[in-house]
């Protein structure tokens, strides 16, 4: 798993590569708790390179939202395949993210 | 498209000192299918479960697992075949001196390092799966036991399995509590795509729940079909176990001339 941050129009975003399972979510939320640390206001996860999540992945996820949050940030999921889109669906997490079809459309109004 | 075989057992004999328990068995499980593996006390079902699990070893033939010839890998290699499977235990298994969350956490501390934050939402989310969302700081015997049944599930899928092992998972319950336990097995299987492999012989669920059944009697399969094909099948001891009549050709008690002789000796 990598991840890829760029800055754009005022917002973070983070294109994730690979899959996000149990052997690198840890990395994942490390490099999200840097940008959580520095109160990240806006931050778009892309997920067109992404290509399983596991249920500490979308563990993981959760946490990030939920951390944001507590200070007011937003964030947004784009470019899910139909089959990763399930498992969000699966677990009813996909009533707890706003996830859009694309990186444009997410950053969009965020 | 081709039927992609996750377990492939080739002729798999075993023996507890003199009695030969498993003789001979092949069986294909294809991936997404609910397989069950149906027979009387005894007839070494739940041997031969344990043999898939790589819990124990055949006196010959072989058992592929995901492609992977289980006899012929190190221990390590086994272990990372072992993370993608689950089991359910006939008894749930619960540690009863630790939590309902931390019972179906377990798996997750023994193979990963991930933050305790982490752990606590994975495990919400099995429990919602199960229908026990809420329920983490309750201990094992606040429980009924249909729901530490569904707690053991939850503990199995925590993992993300592949594959998941049921065995007895409806033993000891109501009918109606089996029925949910039988309805959560096939939404489990459906929803995360899991193939699922169940040992039994409550006739009820075997038929709610299978995509194929395996009638194993005496160490043997007796025939392999899909629920319909065995409803309808021309094998006597098949007929007999499923009508589940005392009269036919399976005997239930073993009927041997040397008892007086082995009283006297």
Not at chain 1, 37 to 63: C, M, R, W
Not at chain 2, 25 to 43: A, D, H, W
């Amino acid at each position: 798993m990598a991840v890829k941050t760029e800055s754009k129009n005022g917002l973070m975003v983070c294109r994730v590569e690979g899959d996000i399972d149990i052997s690198c979510s840890p990395d994942l939320k490390k490099v999200f708790d840097k940008l959580i640390a520095q109160k990240t206001p806006k931050i778009v996860i892309e997920f067109s390179k992404v290509t399983y999540v596991d249920s500490s992945g979308l563990a993981t996820l959760v946490g990030i939202l939920k951390n944001m949050r507590s200070y007011g940030g937003r964030m947004r999921l784009a470019g899910m395949s139909t089959k990763i889109k399930g498992l969000f669906e699966i677990t009813k997490l996909d009533k707890l993210f706003e996830i859009m079809a694309t990186e444009e459309e997410a950053i969009a109004g965020l | 498209m081709d039927k992609e075989v996750v377990i492939k057992a080739e002729n798999i004999v075993k023996k507890f000192g003199d009695r030969t328990v498993l003789n001979g068995i092949n069986l294909e499980i294809y991936r997404g299918e609910t397989f069950v593996i149906m027979g009387g006390s005894g007839c070494g079902k739940s041997t031969f479960l344990r043999h898939l699990i790589g819990a124990l070893k055949p006196d010959s033939g072989r058992v592929s697992l995901l492609g992977k010839d289980l006899s012929g890998l190190s221990e390590d290699a086994l272990d990372a075949v072992k993370k993608k499977i689950g089991m359910s235990f006939q008894s749930s298994a619960l540690f009863d001196s630790m939590t309902v969350g931390d019972n179906v956490a377990l798996p997750l501390k023994e193979h990963a390092k991930l933050e305790r934050s982490v752990i606590d939402i994975v495990v919400k989310m099995k429990l919602e799966l199960v229908g026990l969302r809420g329920f983490e700081d309750l201990m094992p015997s606040q429980l009924s036991g249909g729901m530490r049944k569904r707690v053991g599930l939850a503990r199995a899928i925590v993992m993300d399995p592949e594959i998941v092992f049921y065995d007895e998972p409806t033993a000891g319950l109501d009918p109606i509590v089996s029925g949910v336990i039988d309805k959560l097995i096939l939404d489990l299987s459906k929803k995360l795509a899991i193939t699922s492999v169940v040992v039994t012989h409550d006739m009820k669920s075997v038929f709610s729940i299978a995509d194929r059944i395996a009638m194993l009697y005496e160490g043997s399969v007796l025939q392999v079909g899909t629920p319909d094909e065995i409803r309808k099948s021309d094998n006597q001891m098949v007929k007999q176990f499923v009508s589940g009549s005392p009269d036919g050709p399976i005997k239930f008690f073993q009927q041997k001339d040397d008892y007086l002789e082995q009283l006297m000796k």
